[in-house]
C-alpha cells in the first residue's frame, strides 16, 4: 500500500476520501484554488498545496499543476473523486507517465466508457441492452431536428462527454430540439470542453437505476446491488436509495450481471456505476457508465457495509477483492438527500453566500437509525459561484424504508443552515408525500407532484396546533427566563393567557408550568400537555405534544417565532388576547410591483442579451441566458411587451435580483 495520497478534487468528496486514506494510514496531501483557501478539506488534511485560480480551468482542471503538486510533496498516488479530472483519460495517462498511481480504473476505460457514443456500442457488444438512438455525432440544430423526427418525439438530447446533468435537453418538438441542441452543445463545451452531441429516445415513465461495480487487478468485478436516482430536477439527482423500492431480485441479478459483462469487456478496475433506464415492466436499457466513484455512493456503503473509497485505494495498490459476489450484503435501506445552495421557492435557482450557520444533526453509526452526513462545507464557509451548489450528502439507514424516509424527516427537521437559500424543506417535503413513501417513482417525480415549482407545504390540522403549543410554551420561557421569583409583565394571573397566530388560524391558551412540562387549556376545557427543554437562545426545539415529539427549527421573531418544520416554513404569533383580537384589522404592506422588469433570478454572468432597446417580446420568448454553476438558464418573456432599456451587457456578473431588462406596455 502507497504511504501518500494526494485527492485531486475539493469539497465533500475530498473530505470523504481524507477520512478514509487517514483511517488506514496514508498521508494526505489537499489541494485548493484561490476560492478554497480556507475550506474544510484544506484544514483536514496533512498537507495542502495551492494550485491556481477560482475558476475551475485555472486549478482543478489543470493536469500540470495537479502533477506539479504531485511532484512538489512526493505524492504516490492520487484519487481523482468525482467531477472535475475524474473521468479525463488524458489524467491517468499523464500520472503513469509521471510514475504515480491513479485511484481509479485505466485510462482506456475511461476514454471508452467516458464518450457516451463509443460506449453505447461497445455495450450492445457486450450483450447489454441499449436504448434506440443515434450514435453519430450531430453537426448542426437543423440536422437534430431531422434526428429526432426520425427517432421520434419524445428525445433526449446529450452531451457525449456529459455528466451531473449538464448538457441534457428532453425535446418534444422540433422547436425544443432546435433550441435544446444549441443549449445542450454550448454547456457541453463550457464544462467539460467538448461539444459533441448525441440523440436516444426518452423513455416515458422512466425509473433511473444504477450498478454499483467494484474491480480489482486481478480481473475479478462485483456487483454491490443497486441504488434508485428516479427523483432529478434538470437530470440532476437530488434523492438517492438503495435498494431499489421496484426491482425484484431476478431484474436486480440480470442488470448486475449485464454491468460486469460491460466492465470486463474493457479490462475495468477500481469502483465504477453502470446507468439503466428502467421502464414500468422492468425492462432495462444502458444509460451510460460513469468510471469513477459516484456522488451517492454513501447509500451502497451503508447496506454492504463496505467502504468504497478503501476498495479504490486497495485496488490501486494491486490488492484483490477481500469478498466474492455471493458474500456481498444487501441489509436494510439506505436514503440520501443531497443539500443544493439552491432557492426551491424561486424555481431551485442556485444561491451564494456565506453560511452564517451551519449545524447539521450528528452523525450517529453506532445504532439503528443510522445518521451519516458527508459534508465539506462549514460555519462561516463561503459558497461561490465557482463550483457545484452542493453542501452536504444527509445519508440515513434502518432495517426497512419507511423506518429510513421516517429517520431522514427528523434529520432534515434538525437541519440548522442559513445564510443561502437551500433545498432542505423541499427534500422534507418529498420525504412526507405518499407517492415517494409508496415507492411510485419516475424521473418525472419533481415535474409531475410540483408542477408549479415549490412553494411551500401546508401542514396538517395537527402538526399546526402542535406547533402552536410548541411557540406558545418558547414564548413563555422566554418571558420568564428573568424572573426566578417574581412575576413578569403581563403574567399576573395565576395561569397567563395567550393568543397564537399561524396564517388565518388562532389558538388560545391559559398556561400553567411546571419545569419542562407545561399545561395547555383551551377554551373548550381541553388540555395539552407540552414537555419542552427549549431555552432562549437555542436554535432547535425539541419537544414531545400530547406524545407526539417534533423537531422544529426555532427562530426569534417580532411577536412570534419563525418555525420550519417538515417542510413547512411559517411565522407563529404569540400575543395577548386582546391584541390578538386586534390583528384583522390591522393594515398589510402590499409588495411592490416588479412586472416591468426583467430580474437577474441567481447570482450568475450574462452569456447572451437576444433583445435591443425598441423590441416588442412576445410570451414565451427568449429575452436572455444567465449561466450560474456551469448551467445554462434561459430566461423568457411572461408577456407581450416593449423592451424601454437593456440594463446590461454580455459578460456582466450580476447579482440576485439586478435588472436585466425594462418593458413597457404596448
Given at each position: 500500500m502507497f504511504q501518500s495520497l494526494l485527492i485531486a478534487n475539493r469539497g465533500e468528496i475530498a473530505c470523504r476520501i481524507i477520512r478514509t486514506a487517514r483511517r488506514m494510514g496514508i498521508r494526505t496531501i489537499a489541494v485548493y484554488s484561490d476560492a478554497d483557501a480556507h475550506a474544510l478539506h484544506v484544514r483536514m488534511a496533512d498537507e495542502a498545496v495551492h494550485i491556481g485560480g477560482s475558476a475551475a480551468r485555472d486549478s482543478y482542471l489543470s493536469i500540470e499543476r495537479i502533477v506539479a503538486a504531485c511532484r512538489a510533496t512526493g505524492a504516490e498516488a492520487v484519487h481523482p473523486g468525482y467531477g472535475f479530472l475524474s473521468e479525463n483519460a488524458a489524467f491517468p495517462a499523464a500520472l503513469e507517465k509521471a510514475g504515480i498511481i491513479f485511484v481509479g480504473p485505466p485510462a482506456g476505460a475511461i476514454e471508452a466508457m467516458g464518450d457516451k457514443i463509443t460506449s453505447k456500442k461497445l455495450a450492445a457488444e457486450a450483450g447489454v441492452s441499449t436504448v434506440p438512438g443515434h450514435m453519430g455525432l450531430i453537426a448542426d440544430a437543423d440536422e437534430a431536428v431531422?434526428?429526432?423526427?426520425?427517432?421520434?418525439?419524445?428525445?433526449?438530447?446529450?452531451?457525449?462527454?456529459?455528466?451531473?446533468?449538464?448538457?441534457?435537453?428532453?425535446?418534444?418538438?422540433?422547436?425544443?430540439?432546435?433550441?435544446?441542441?444549441?443549449?445542450?452543445?454550448?454547456?457541453?463545451?463550457?464544462?467539460?470542453?467538448?461539444?459533441?452531441?448525441?440523440?436516444?429516445?426518452?423513455?416515458?415513465?422512466?425509473?433511473?437505476?444504477?450498478?454499483?461495480?467494484?474491480?480489482?487487478?486481478?480481473?475479478?468485478?462485483?456487483?454491490?446491488?443497486?441504488?434508485?436516482?428516479?427523483?432529478?430536477?434538470?437530470?440532476?439527482?437530488?434523492?438517492?436509495?438503495?435498494?431499489?423500492?421496484?426491482?425484484?431480485?431476478?431484474?436486480?441479478?440480470?442488470?448486475?450481471?449485464?454491468?460486469?459483462?460491460?466492465?470486463?469487456?474493457?479490462?475495468?478496475?477500481?469502483?465504477?456505476?453502470?446507468?439503466?433506464?428502467?421502464?414500468?415492466?422492468?425492462?432495462?436499457?444502458?444509460?451510460?457508465?460513469?468510471?469513477?466513484?459516484?456522488?451517492?455512493?454513501?447509500?451502497?456503503?451503508?447496506?454492504?457495509?463496505?467502504?468504497?473509497?478503501?476498495?479504490?485505494?486497495?485496488?490501486?495498490?494491486?490488492?484483490?477483492?477481500?469478498?466474492?459476489?455471493?458474500?456481498?450484503?444487501?441489509?436494510?435501506?439506505?436514503?440520501?438527500?443531497?443539500?443544493?445552495?439552491?432557492?426551491?421557492?424561486?424555481?431551485?435557482?442556485?444561491?451564494?453566500?456565506?453560511?452564517?450557520?451551519?449545524?447539521?444533526?450528528?452523525?450517529?453509526?453506532?445504532?439503528?437509525?443510522?445518521?451519516?452526513?458527508?459534508?465539506?462545507?462549514?460555519?462561516?464557509?463561503?459558497?461561490?459561484?465557482?463550483?457545484?451548489?452542493?453542501?452536504?450528502?444527509?445519508?440515513?439507514?434502518?432495517?426497512?424504508?419507511?423506518e429510513a424516509i421516517d429517520a431522514m424527516q427528523v434529520a432534515l427537521d434538525e437541519f440548522e443552515l442559513e445564510g443561502v437559500g437551500n433545498n432542505v424543506p423541499f427534500l422534507a417535503t418529498v420525504m412526507g408525500q405518499a407517492r415517494f413513501r409508496e415507492g411510485r417513482l419516475t424521473t418525472g417525480y419533481i415535474a409531475e407532484e410540483f408542477p408549479n415549482g415549490f412553494n411551500g407545504v401546508e401542514l396538517d390540522a395537527e402538526s399546526q396546533s402542535h406547533l402552536a403549543a410548541l411557540a406558545c410554551c418558547s414564548a413563555y420561557a422566554l418571558e420568564t427566563r428573568a424572573f426566578s421569583n417574581g412575576t413578569p409583565l403581563g403574567m399576573h394571573h395565576s395561569e397567563p393567557r395567550r393568543a397564537v397566530l399561524i396564517g388565518k388560524r388562532r389558538w388560545d391558551f391559559a398556561i400553567h408550568a411546571d419545569g419542562i412540562e407545561y399545561w395547555l387549556t383551551a377554551p373548550d376545557g381541553s388540555k395539552h400537555l407540552v414537555e419542552s427543554g427549549w431555552k432562549p437562545g437555542m436554535s432547535l426545539c425539541i419537544g414531545r405534544v400530547d406524545g407526539e415529539v417534533r423537531h422544529v427549527r426555532l427562530d426569534r421573531v417580532t411577536g412570534g417565532f419563525r418555525m420550519r418544520y417538515r417542510g413547512a416554513d411559517l411565522v407563529a404569533r404569540v400575543l395577548l388576547p386582546h391584541v390578538a383580537d386586534l390583528m384583522p384589522v390591522m393594515p398589510v404592506k402590499l409588495p411592490p410591483d416588479l412586472s416591468k422588469f426583467l430580474l437577474c433570478p441567481m447570482p450568475g454572468q450574462v452569456v447572451r442579451i437576444d433583445v435591443k432597446d425598441g423590441d416588442i417580446v412576445e410570451d414565451g420568448q427568449t429575452l436572455a441566458i444567465v449561466e450560474a454553476m456551469k448551467m445554462e438558464n434561459v430566461l423568457k418573456a411572461e408577456k407581450r411587451a416593449r423592451v424601454s432599456k437593456v440594463r446590461v451587457k454580455p459578460g456582466a456578473v450580476l447579482a440576485v435580483d439586478e435588472v436585466i431588462l425594462e418593458f413597457e406596455a404596448i
Open positions: 431531422t434526428i429526432a423526427n426520425l427517432i421520434g418525439y419524445p428525445v433526449m438530447i446529450k452531451a457525449s462527454a456529459g455528466g451531473g446533468g449538464k448538457g441534457m435537453r428532453i425535446a418534444w418538438t422540433d422547436a425544443e430540439a432546435r433550441e435544446g441542441f444549441e443549449r445542450s452543445k454550448s454547456e457541453a463545451a463550457s464544462s467539460f470542453g467538448d461539444d459533441r452531441i448525441f440523440i436516444e429516445k426518452f423513455v416515458t415513465e422512466p425509473r433511473h437505476i444504477e450498478i454499483q461495480l467494484i474491480g480489482d487487478q486481478h480481473g475479478n468485478v462485483l456487483y454491490l446491488n443497486e441504488r434508485e436516482c428516479s427523483i432529478q430536477r434538470r437530470n440532476q439527482k437530488v434523492i438517492e436509495e438503495a435498494p431499489s423500492p421496484f426491482l425484484d431480485a431476478r431484474t436486480r441479478a440480470a442488470m448486475g450481471e449485464q454491468a460486469v459483462a460491460l466492465a470486463r469487456a474493457v479490462g475495468y478496475t477500481s469502483a465504477g456505476t453502470v446507468e439503466f433506464i428502467v421502464d414500468k415492466d422492468r425492462n432495462f436499457y444502458f444509460l451510460e457508465m460513469n468510471t469513477r466513484l459516484q456522488v451517492e455512493h454513501p447509500v451502497t456503503e451503508l447496506i454492504t457495509g463496505l467502504d468504497l473509497v478503501e476498495l479504490m485505494l486497495r485496488s490501486a495498490a494491486g490488492e484483490k477483492l477481500p469478498l466474492a459476489q455471493a458474500e456481498v450484503r444487501l441489509d436494510g435501506w439506505a436514503i440520501e438527500s443531497r443539500i443544493y445552495a439552491e432557492d426551491p421557492y424561486r424555481n431551485f435557482l442556485p444561491s451564494t453566500g456565506r453560511l452564517t450557520r451551519y449545524h447539521p444533526p450528528a452523525e450517529n453509526l453506532a445504532q439503528a437509525p443510522f445518521v451519516r452526513n458527508d459534508t465539506g462545507v462549514q460555519e462561516g464557509g463561503e459558497i461561490s459561484t465557482f463550483y457545484d451548489p452542493m453542501i452536504a450528502k444527509l445519508c440515513t439507514w434502518a432495517p426497512t424504508r419507511l
